[in-house]
């Protein structure tokens, strides 16, 4: 199942893609019983039971995709975003020549909340904070059962989908205000999510996803996740140990090589550009980059 939020009446509601065939439309059917998506994941199977119900149902209410906005799937996670760092091997590369060190292990950091946006959402960027602002195509996993010192053969028991997410850094501030990681990926409405969360059962190997990233059709970004250094069981069984992690909490698996202030000469997302974040089988966004008004 494919789970959004939308926007409606100045609300916010829940929402199942149904998936046209041939030239019908792509429906959103509208989940009344619950109201956003941690409300589905803290309902566990009786959750995911009463959207199946919902999804089958001929008297749910539906809407044609095309005419929604969409809303970030998750706007409010459990804690900030959990994200890993050089968790691909040619970026692990990359990242270590720029910073003068032999590659390591991921880094874990995290990212606030408020960084979060909408999958179509514009992405206002201030030149007063930062003119360096670079890009990161991510899978990122959603978390629906707590756990802490979580086994690797067990991991996968903790996931309740995956989304798409950019982690849009603003280069200067994470390395020139002391290595501040949190900082310069926490700017307001910076990382567009989405377009919804799929859930686990319809991704039959989450090490099979291709990535990209384009700026105005272009494409600066090209990995996939079999090429991750840390998989994603592996992950969680490393996020976890001596650490609880909460139903309704994003893990950012990290990003391939192809950023932009690693190429030579360095590139910047700039206002007029139009920047898609696309993982092949879960999603896209599409954001365009403006000023930040007065």
């Known amino acids: 199942m494919r789970l959004?939020?939308?926007?409606?009446?100045?609300?916010?509601?829940?929402?199942?893609?149904?998936?046209?065939?041939?030239?019908?439309?792509?429906?959103?059917?509208?989940i009344s019983e619950l109201a956003d998506l941690r409300a589905v994941i803290d309902a566990g199977d009786d959750g995911l039971a009463r959207v199946r119900a919902a999804l089958s149902s001929s008297r749910s209410k539906s809407?044609?995709?095309?005419?929604?906005?969409?809303?970030?799937?998750?706007?409010?996670?459990?804690?900030?975003?959990?994200?890993?760092?050089?968790?691909?091997?040619?970026?692990?590369?990359e990242t270590a020549f720029m910073d003068g060190r032999e590659p390591a292990p991921p880094t874990i950091f995290t990212k606030?909340?408020?960084?979060?946006?909408?999958?179509?959402?514009?992405?206002?960027?201030?030149?007063?904070?930062?003119?360096?602002i670079d890009w990161e195509v991510e899978l990122a996993v959603l978390?629906?059962?707590?756990?802490?010192?979580?086994?690797?053969?067990?991991?996968?028991?903790?996931?309740?989908?995956?989304?798409?997410?950019?982690?849009?850094?603003?280069?200067?501030i994470q390395s020139g205000w002391g290595g501040q990681y949190f900082k310069g990926k926490s700017l307001d409405r910076s990382s567009p999510t989405g377009p919804w969360v799929v859930t686990k059962d319809e991704v039959e190997n989450p090490q099979a996803l291709k990535l990209f990233l384009r700026v105005n059709g272009n494409v600066k970004q090209e990995g996939d996740t079999r090429d991750m250094i840390y998989p994603v069981?592996?992950?969680?069984?490393?996020?976890?140990?001596?650490?609880t992690i909460l139903p309704g909490t994003i893990i950012a698996t990290g990003t391939p090589d192809g950023v932009g202030f690693a190429r030579k000469p360095p590139e910047y997302l700039k206002p007029g550009d139009v920047m898609?974040?696309?993982?092949?089988?879960?999603?896209?966004l599409r954001n365009r980059i403006v000023s930040a008004a007065g």
């Open 63 to 93: 809407r044609p995709l095309a005419d929604l906005e969409l809303l970030a799937p998750l706007d409010e996670p459990r804690g900030n975003v959990i994200a890993i760092g050089r968790n691909y091997q040619k970026h692990a590369e």
């Open 276 to 284: 898609e974040t696309e993982v092949r089988g879960i999603g896209l």
């Open 4 to 30: 959004l939020m939308f926007k409606v009446d100045g609300g916010r509601r829940l929402g199942a893609l149904r998936q046209g065939s041939n030239d019908e439309r792509d429906e959103v059917v509208e």
């Open 143 to 172: 978390i629906g059962k707590p756990g802490a010192n979580i086994k690797r053969a067990r991991a996968m028991d903790h996931v309740f989908g995956y989304t798409v997410l950019n982690d849009v850094t603003a280069r200067d």
């Open 233 to 243: 069981d592996a992950i969680i069984e490393w996020v976890s140990k001596g650490m």
């Open 112 to 132: 606030a909340i408020t960084s979060l946006t909408e999958p179509f959402a514009d992405i206002a960027i201030d030149a007063g904070i930062s003119d360096k």
